[in-house]
């Protein structure tokens, strides 16, 4: 099983959908957890932080479940700008090194907004 | 804009070449990673300096070597390369090498390999 899953998609959605997308993680000694945005050709680019309780910037919403060790992006009144594909990044405390992290990426999902 | 910096932003090299590419940040991070990309997959880590300590070489073959001159540098220097290893490399910093630490990225160089 990979340490990150993500359904690579594509996610073609209508403008002004809302759409939500899942990543799950192997490891529950897992410690953090960000959502980043890559455009084509493009560096990956901080979407935002998760946190335990949820947190929500504008029309993105961020949820951490520990217990079923996934984390959700959901997309509100998507725009056209929206499309790109989200990287799930899962960070944790890699053993015996001292206190350094393993950072893991999933494989991404691509979103493709439609007019 | 990205506050990390790469160049060049494009390179074609032959196999017998010997090139360097270069990582800038003035964000006071003491961490910087060298990523590879390749199309449709997610970045993998190459290298980790902490403290211009190289702390992690993910098994990365030594036609690959990282240098850390001082605490805002980074680079990559390439000999003998193979056409597999055209790719988009990506540098990145952290405030601190640990989970919680959020990384961000340069724009990255296109290498390909002739």
């Known amino acids: 099983r990979k340490e990150v899953e993500q359904d690579p998609g594509p996610f073609n959605v209508p403008e002004g959908a809302t759409v939500a997308f899942n990543c799950t993680y192997s490891?529950?000694?897992?410690?953090?957890f960000f959502w980043y945005r890559q455009d084509c050709r493009k560096e990956p680019k901080l979407l935002m932080s998760v946190y335990s309780s949820g947190n929500e910037d504008g029309r993105f919403t961020a949820q951490l479940n520990r217990a079923s060790q996934y984390i959700s992006l959901l997309i509100r009144d998507s725009k056209l700008s929206d499309s790109a594909t989200y990287l799930c990044v899962v960070n944790k405390r890699k053993p015996y090194s001292g206190g350094y992290q393993k950072v893991t990426f999933g494989i991404g999902t691509k979103l493709q907004v439609i007019p | 804009d990205t506050e990390v910096t790469q160049t060049p932003k494009h390179l074609v090299m032959g196999m017998t070449n010997k090139k360097s590419l270069k990582c800038e940040q003035h964000?006071?991070?003491?961490?910087m990673y060298w990523y590879k990309q390749k199309a449709k997959k997610p970045p993998e880590l190459m290298f980790v300096y902490s403290y211009e300590k190289l702390s992690i070489n993910e098994s990365v073959p030594s036609r690959f070597s990282p240098e850390c001159p001082n605490s805002s540098l980074l680079n990559l220097h390439l000999h003998a390369l193979q056409p597999e290893d055209s790719a988009l490399y990506l540098c990145?910093?952290?405030?601190?090498?640990?989970?919680?630490?959020?990384?961000?990225f340069g724009e990255g160089s296109w290498l390909t390999v002739v």
């Open positions: 990145a910093s952290s405030q601190q090498q640990g989970p919680g630490n959020t990384i961000y």
């Open positions: 490891n529950s000694a897992s410690q953090s």
């Open positions: 964000m006071g991070h003491r961490a």
